[in-house]
């Protein structure tokens, strides 16, 4: 099966933790994105990559860290200066990034405990 | 930042009536894509249209472009229960690295 997944489906964080989402792609696509939305909101761009060992942020990158050292992966690490890290967290994939279909995976649900 | 922006926020209609939703944005674009978003999961994507295409249809659905309006429109003809979920719009824009999501329709169908 071609597609893209994400995981864990939920993540806890700790006052003053990193935590690491996990997104993997074998559809042989060179952009992956990562997106935050929040309850009733639409989706903002955190970070994207269009080439390996290459990335730029999106809005809002603050508090936000990737690496792409593999095509296939795009993991997002949350760090600690992210104060409202609360959210729906979505990776995709596009063939070129150059504006073509998105694919999504089925998305990260980070809670704070 | 967001550009496009969804009308209306919520939607709710019968089983077999038909939705529009509209969608309106900020600055030029290469082109408009539709995506459906069913609770709790990630987007699933309908429809592209391009700058140059006005109308474009698939399946059940219909979406209409005016670049001189900045604005789409999705319709979705004979709506059944399992269309509930909430519509983004989505703009790639001329240098197509980025997307930019509207804040989505939520639709109900009352089946």
């Known amino acids: 099966d071609g597609g893209i997944t994400q995981s864990p489906k939920y993540l806890f964080r700790k006052e003053g933790q990193n935590v690491t989402l996990s997104c993997e792609q074998n559809?042989?696509?060179?952009?992956m994105y990562w997106y935050r939305q929040d309850p009733g909101q639409g989706l903002r761009l955190i970070y994207y990559?269009?080439?390996?060992?290459?990335?730029q942020k999106g809005d809002i990158a603050e508090g936000y860290s990737v690496s792409r050292e593999k095509k296939e992966s795009f993991p997002l690490t949350v760090t600690s200066a992210q104060k409202n890290p609360t959210a729906f967290y979505l990776c995709?994939?596009?063939?070129?990034?150059?504006?073509?279909?998105?694919?999504f995976g089925p998305g990260t649900r980070l809670l704070v405990l | 930042s967001q550009q496009g922006e969804e009308d209306p926020q919520a939607l709710s209609i019968q089983e077999g009536e038909n939705a529009t939703m509209n969608c309106s944005y900020k600055?030029?674009?290469?082109?408009l894509q539709w995506y459906r978003q069913n609770s709790g999961r990630g987007l699933v994507h309908l429809i592209l249209?391009?700058?140059?295409?006005r109308e474009k249809h698939s399946g059940r659905l219909r979406v209409t472009l005016d670049t001189s309006k900045k604005s789409s429109s999705l319709l979705i003809t004979a709506s059944r229960a399992a269309d509930t979920a909430s519509y983004f719009c989505?703009?790639?824009?001329?240098?197509?690295?980025?997307?930019?999501f509207g804040t989505g329709t939520s639709l109900t169908v009352i089946p």
């Open positions: 249209i391009r700058s140059n295409e």
């Open positions: 995709a994939s596009t063939l070129s990034g150059r504006g073509e279909t998105q694919y």
């Open positions: 600055t030029s674009i290469n082109n």
């Open positions: 989505a703009t790639g824009s001329n240098t197509g690295n980025q997307f930019y």
């Open positions: 559809l042989n696509h060179d952009a």
């Open positions: 990559s269009q080439i390996v060992n290459d990335f």
